[in-house]
């Protein structure tokens, strides 16, 4: 699989009236121009900070099937935009953040230096089949009882705040934020763009999935987003 780089040049904040912010999402999703993002949680710098996570993800996944991409080994965003509107439900007040890209603003980038360049993950490919991680009363095993309790990332937020203030995980952060880390060391909690939380993967260099007991791999779940998070052992 080709490594690809993505850096995000330029940031603009959308700011129209909320009947122009979706009008213009609208046409976006309707268009073959744009590749974009879009997620839902009660932390409105984490809605942000997911909705670049998968952005990327999903510019990676579409730049591998374009051949005037063909080999090269970085890409370069520029223009990226988003909007961040609030949404107010009966429970709690919820953030929704829209990222988008034109796809002629992507470019090849092989002789430019990039920063904070998030990376698409490759991992080896585990065997076929795999037993089920037991839960039990471990430290590991609360950790994996909480987080398959979580059915959208509103509900994953306050877990892992919650976690986090018991002491019960050490860090958690998207892909993004893990880049140079050694990613087997955390379980990752995959959602998909309406924030609904569809695997929980195991530690690991093969990986399985807590909700199904079945071997998995993240690669399995192109065009989503994902949390690390590392249990406090």
């Known amino acids: 699989m080709m490594l690809l780089v993505a850096a995000i040049v330029g940031m603009t904040v959308s700011a129209q009236s909320v009947e122009e912010q ?8 309707k268009s073959s121009s744009y590749i974009y993002a879009e997620v839902t949680t009660t932390d409105q710098q984490q809605a942000i900070d997911l909705a670049t996570d998968m952005l990327n993800q999903n510019v ?14 970085k890409i370069i965003t520029i223009n990226t935009n988003y909007t961040v509107d609030q949404i107010t ?23 430019v230096e990039v920063k904070n360049a998030p990376t698409e993950i490759a991992l080896a490919v585990p065997a076929k089949t795999a037993k089920a991680n037991p839960v039990d009363n471990s430290p590991r095993g609360i950790v994996i009882k909480s987080l398959l309790e979580v059915q959208n990332t509103g509900q994953l937020s306050e877990k892992l705040k919650e976690l986090m203030t018991n002491k019960r995980i050490t860090e958690y952060n998207n892909l993004a934020g893990l880049k140079g880390k050694n ?8 959602f998909n763009k309406d924030g609904i939380v569809e695997a929980v993967l195991s530690e690991g260099e093969n990986r399985t999935n807590l909700k199904t007991g079945t071997a ?10 994902a949390i690390g998070v590392k249990v406090n052992k």
Do not use: C
């Open 22 to 29: 979706k009008k213009k999402i609208a046409n976006i999703k």
């Open 89 to 111: 439900m009966p429970r709690a007040n919820m953030f929704r953040a829209f990222m988008y890209i034109k796809k002629s603003d992507i470019l090849p980038a092989d002789n």
């Open 183 to 190: 990613l087997a060391d955390y379980i990752m909690v995959v």
């Open 60 to 73: 990676n996944e579409w730049v591998a099937k374009q051949k005037k991409f063909a080999g090269a080994n």
């Open 216 to 225: 998995d791999i993240l690669t399995n779940y192109k065009g989503r987003g």
